[in-house]
T-cell receptor
Framework: QKEVEQNSGPLSVPEGAIASLNCTYSDRGSQSFFWYRQYSGKSPELIMSIYSNGDKEDGRFTAQLNKASQYVSLLIRDSQPSDSATYLC???????????FGAGTRLFVKA | DAGVIQSPRHEVTEMGQEVTLRCKPISGHDYLFWYRQTMMRGLELLIYFNNNVPIDDSGMPEDRFSAKMPNASFSTLKIQPSEPRDSAVYFCASRKLNNSPLHFGNGTRLTVT
C-alpha cells in the first residue's frame, strides 16, 4: 500500500464548476497535510496546508481533513482553465520529519 | 527572499559520467530535502538533512547516489556513474520547522544518454 494515494485522473470539469480532489494516507501518526499544484514543467507550489480535522478555506480553495478516515480532500470552487494542473497531496510521517507525496491528480478545466 | 535555488536547470550527460546537482536552500531553513520526479514513480524522497546532517537516506536508490551538505547554504547530489534510468527531474526543497510546508526549487532536468 502506498503511503499517500490519489486517483491519477484525469479529472475533467467545466469552467465554473467545483473540482473535488481526494487523497488517503496510511500513517495514522501523520500530523500535517498539504496540497500542492504543479504545472507542466514547473515545480510544485503550495496551495493549502491543514493540520486539524475539519475544513479550511482560502479563497476558492477548501481543504478538508478527516483523521479518523485518514482522508484529505481539496475543493476548487468556480474552476478556471488556469487551474488545469496536477494536484499533489502530501502528508508528513509520524513526527513530522518526512513529507510523502501522492502520485498526483491531473485536473483539466474546460472553457 | 530568493527562494530555493538549484543549478543547473538542465543537464545532459552520457552514461558513465559523473553528475553533480546543486542546491541553495532558503536562508534560515533548517531542513533540506532532495526529491526525484518521474512519470512512473512520481515524486520520491531521496534524502533529507537537518542542520546540515543527513537524517534519512533510505530513499537513495543505489550507492551511485550520494549527497552532502557542507554548510547551511549549500547541498549537492552526486550520481557516479550515471545511467539512463537516472533520467528524471531532481528537486531540492527546504523548510524551517517540522510539519511546515516545503518550498521547492525550480528543479534540474537530468537526461542521461
Amino acid at each position: 500500500q502506498k503511503e499517500v494515494e490519489q486517483n491519477s485522473g484525469p479529472l475533467s470539469v467545466p469552467e465554473g464548476a467545483i473540482a473535488s480532489l481526494n487523497c488517503t494516507y496510511s500513517d495514522r501518526g501523520s500530523q500535517s497535510f498539504f496540497w500542492y499544484r504543479q504545472y507542466s514543467g514547473k515545480s510544485p507550489e503550495l496551495i493549502m496546508s491543514i493540520y486539524s480535522n475539519g475544513d479550511k478555506e482560502d479563497g476558492r480553495f477548501t481543504a478538508q481533513l478527516n483523521k479518523a478516515s485518514q482522508y484529505v480532500s481539496l475543493l476548487i470552487r468556480d474552476s478556471q482553465p488556469s487551474d488545469s494542473a496536477t494536484y499533489l497531496c502530501a502528508s508528513s510521517n509520524t513526527g513530522g520529519f518526512k513529507t510523502i507525496f501522492g502520485a498526483g491528480t491531473r485536473l483539466f478545466v474546460k472553457a | 527572499d530568493a527562494g530555493v535555488i538549484q543549478s543547473p536547470r538542465h543537464e545532459v550527460t552520457e552514461m558513465g559520467q559523473e553528475v553533480t546537482l546543486r542546491c541553495k536552500p532558503i536562508s534560515g531553513h533548517d531542513y533540506l530535502f532532495w526529491y526525484r520526479q518521474t512519470m512512473m514513480r512520481g515524486l520520491e524522497l531521496l534524502i533529507y538533512f537537518n542542520n546540515n546532517v543527513p537524517i534519512d537516506d533510505s530513499g537513495m536508490p543505489e550507492d551511485r547516489f550520494s549527497a552532502k551538505m557542507p554548510n547551511a547554504s549549500f547541498s549537492t547530489l552526486k550520481i557516479q556513474p550515471s545511467e539512463p534510468r537516472d533520467s528524471a527531474v531532481y528537486f531540492c526543497a527546504s523548510r524551517k520547522l517540522n510539519n511546515s510546508p516545503l518550498h521547492f526549487g525550480n528543479g534540474t532536468r537530468l537526461t542521461v544518454t
